[in-house]
């Protein structure tokens, strides 16, 4: 069993940042597959980004929607069970909740930006973009 609390959402002005962290609890995290996605009001859940687990021959290999790619980064940090959202350069159209998930299973080759291949998700945490 593996859960997830996000934090670091709030309100931002447009063109600022924000650090999103998600921890994850369980001896499991080094072994999971972490994504985020997002939800905003009357729209489809969005993937964002993943990283694969930093013991697998890919080491750590990160993936982005072509939506975001350039604007945000993400890491994780394996002693602190914590995975990172960086977000630059925000736009009104980035207010959404923020979900981040595990994956425990294998998907050879996938990029997991599929929700389906996921296994844990967190509650999610509030992002707006707003003047």
């Known amino acids: 069993q593996v859960q997830l609390v996000e934090s670091g959402g709030g309100l931002v002005q447009p063109g600022g940042s924000l650090r999103l962290a998600c921890a994850a609890s369980g001896r499991t995290f080094n072994n999971a597959v972490m994504g985020w996605f997002r939800q905003a009001p009357g729209k489809e859940p969005e993937f964002l980004s993943a990283?694969?687990?930093?013991?697998?021959?890919?080491?750590?290999?990160?993936t982005y929607a072509d939506s975001v790619k350039g604007r945000i980064t993400i890491s994780r940090d394996n002693a602190k069970n914590t995975v990172y959202l960086q977000m630059n350069s925000l736009k009104p159209e980035d207010t959404a909740i923020y979900y981040c998930?595990?994956?425990?299973?294998?998907?050879?080759?996938?990029?997991?930006?599929?929700?389906?291949?996921?296994?844990?998700w967190g509650k999610g945490t509030q992002v707006t973009v707003s003047s």
């Open positions: 990283v694969t687990s930093s013991i697998t021959s890919s080491g750590g290999r990160t």
């Open positions: 998930a595990a994956s425990l299973t294998y998907y050879g080759g996938s990029s997991y930006s599929y929700s389906g291949e996921y296994d844990y």
